[in-house]
């Protein structure tokens, strides 16, 4: 008979150290006695500044950990919330987090404490978020390609009339800026129907090699003559050391272009635009059947207004824009190409005034097409 093994106490101690998830162990009194790497990362709290202090001053302001914590403890039993707790701590960006609190029992069967496991949802939230926003588009889309042929046909013809009066009114410089009107206003609502055939039918794909700091560097070489006459400045800072990745370089210029564009006609005169790439070391992609696939991560930050809080839960809706003049479509079409590439795309405001864009893009190498599973921090 196979002896039966049993981790030793520093395998126990390797599992703490390296699990993905925080987990705070507390005696019967409330004190913390474990406090994993996870857990300083979450709160941004080392373990010398908790280990021997009580759970409930460290983290009095997060009300719903601590009654969890005091229900597990007073009534030995596990309970948990799995509806995404904010957990916000000094120094540290608000995570949405899952919580699950357990009794621990003595081998006598005494309680002499509890365990919290804290999950990340960070992620997960973005793919439902994801999952939401396809689906919008879908519909749309589907609506799109309707509504595309009914009007591009008799817009063709406005047109044509259009152009053809203009010749009749040679001449006449008052009417032909009348008939002009007509035909750059025809021209915008065809870009508009094209804009929204590209989100209902997007071109198939065409993968190959692309290095992201050149596609960048080429972009923002070219924008800064068209953002010149406002002194707008571009400081770049990218990561050399990333490899090719297998994508299609013009969706990836497409995709670029507009959000630097964004950025530029956000900005104030004199203004800079910070552009960073790296490889994320907080996310990686889980792959089924493969091994993980690291992400790159570009951030493209400005120091216009900012997006209020009202607008910016809608700006991946179709037609929602808050540009004069504008379409409503350009960042649509960007969550479409990210969707696509099975990556990620996040505009949020920055604490120092301005709009950050981040986009994760999975750091594919060959030409195999990978599924992600899901993403791990």
Same mark, same amino acid.
């Given at each position: 008979?196979?002896?039966?093994?049993?981790?030793?106490?520093?395998?126990?101690?390797? #599992? *703490?150290?390296? #699990?993905?998830?925080?987990?705070?162990?507390?005696?019967?009194?409330?004190?913390?006695?474990?406090?994993?790497?996870?857990?300083?990362?979450?709160?941004?709290?080392?373990?010398?500044?908790?280990?021997?202090?009580?759970?409930?001053?460290?983290?009095?302001?997060?009300?719903?950990?601590?009654?969890?914590?005091?229900?597990?403890?007073?009534?030995?039993?596990?309970?948990?919330? /799995?509806?995404?707790?904010?957990?916000?701590?000094?120094?540290?960006?608000?995570?949405?987090?899952?919580?699950?609190?357990?009794?621990?029992?003595?081998?006598?069967?005494?309680?002499?404490?509890?365990?919290?496991?804290?999950?990340?949802?960070?992620?997960?939230?973005?793919?439902?978020?994801?999952?939401?926003?396809?689906?919008?588009?879908?519909?749309?889309?589907? +609506?799109?390609?309707?509504?595309? /042929?009914?009007?591009?046909?008799?817009?063709?013809?406005?047109?044509?009339?259009?152009?053809?009066?203009?010749?009749? +009114?040679?001449?006449?410089?008052?009417?032909?800026?009348?008939?002009?009107?007509?035909?750059?206003?025809?021209?915008?609502?065809?870009?508009?129907?094209?804009?929204?055939?590209?989100?209902?039918?997007?071109?198939?794909?065409?993968?190959?090699?692309?290095?992201?700091?050149?596609? +960048?560097?080429?972009?923002?070489?070219?924008?800064?003559?068209?953002?010149?006459?406002?002194?707008?400045?571009?400081?770049?800072?990218?990561?050399?050391?990333?490899?090719?990745?297998?994508?299609?370089?013009?969706?990836?210029?497409?995709?670029?272009?507009?959000?630097?564009?964004?950025?530029?006609?956000?900005?104030?005169?004199?203004?800079?635009?910070?552009?960073?790439?790296?490889?994320?070391?907080?996310?990686?992609?889980?792959?089924?059947?493969?091994?993980?696939?690291?992400?790159? *991560?570009? @951030?493209?930050?400005?120091?216009?207004?900012?997006?209020?809080?009202? /607008?910016?839960?809608?700006?991946?809706?179709?037609?929602?824009?808050?540009?004069?003049?504008?379409?409503?479509?350009?960042?649509?079409?960007?969550?479409?190409? #990210?969707?696509?590439?099975?990556?990620?795309?996040?505009?949020?405001? !920055?604490?120092?005034?301005? @709009?950050?864009?981040?986009?994760?893009?999975? +750091?594919? !190498?060959?030409?195999?097409?990978?599924?992600? @599973?899901?993403?791990?921090?």
């Amino acid at each position: 008979m196979t002896a039966e093994i049993q981790p030793s106490p520093q395998e126990y101690a390797m #599992i *703490l150290e390296n #699990i993905e998830d925080a987990v705070i162990a507390l005696d019967q009194q409330g004190m913390m006695t474990l406090f994993n790497p996870a857990a300083q990362h979450y709160t941004g709290i080392s373990e010398k500044q908790s280990l021997g202090k009580c759970f409930f001053e460290r983290f009095k302001q997060q009300k719903r950990l601590c009654f969890l914590a005091r229900t597990t403890l007073e009534e030995t039993r596990s309970i948990s919330d /799995h509806e995404a707790i904010t957990l916000r701590t000094p120094g540290t960006k608000p995570r949405p987090v899952s919580v699950t609190v357990s009794p621990i029992f003595t081998p006598e069967g005494a309680q002499q404490g509890a365990v919290m496991i804290l999950r990340d949802l960070t992620q997960a939230l973005s793919l439902e978020e994801m999952g939401r926003r396809a689906d919008r588009l879908s519909t749309i889309g589907t +609506l799109a390609a309707g509504l595309a /042929h009914e009007i591009k046909n008799p817009l063709s013809g406005i047109k044509g009339a259009a152009q053809l009066l203009q010749m009749e +009114l040679e001449g006449n410089r008052e009417l032909q800026e009348y008939t002009g009107l007509m035909i750059r206003e025809t021209e915008r609502v065809n870009r508009i129907i094209e804009e929204l055939l590209n989100l209902s039918r997007p071109r198939k794909a065409r993968p190959g090699k692309a290095n992201i700091s050149q596609i +960048l560097d080429e972009i923002v070489m070219l924008q800064k003559q068209v953002f010149a006459d406002r002194s707008i400045r571009f400081a770049l800072r990218l990561d050399p050391s990333i490899p090719d990745i297998y994508s299609d370089r013009d969706l990836l210029v497409q995709l670029f272009l507009n959000l630097i564009k964004n950025a530029g006609e956000a900005s104030p005169e004199n203004g800079e635009i910070a552009i960073e790439s790296r490889i994320d070391a907080e996310y990686h992609m889980s792959i089924s059947g493969a091994r993980s696939t690291q992400m790159v *991560l570009v @951030t493209i930050n400005d120091e216009g207004p900012g997006i209020p809080q009202k /607008h910016l839960e809608h700006i991946f809706m179709p037609f929602y824009t808050t540009k004069t003049g504008g379409s409503g479509l350009g960042l649509a079409v960007c969550q479409r190409i #990210i969707s696509d590439f099975g990556g990620f795309l996040n505009i949020s405001n !920055r604490p120092q005034g301005g @709009t950050s864009v981040k986009v994760s893009l999975p +750091l594919h !190498r060959d030409g195999r097409r990978e599924t992600a @599973t899901k993403m791990i921090s």
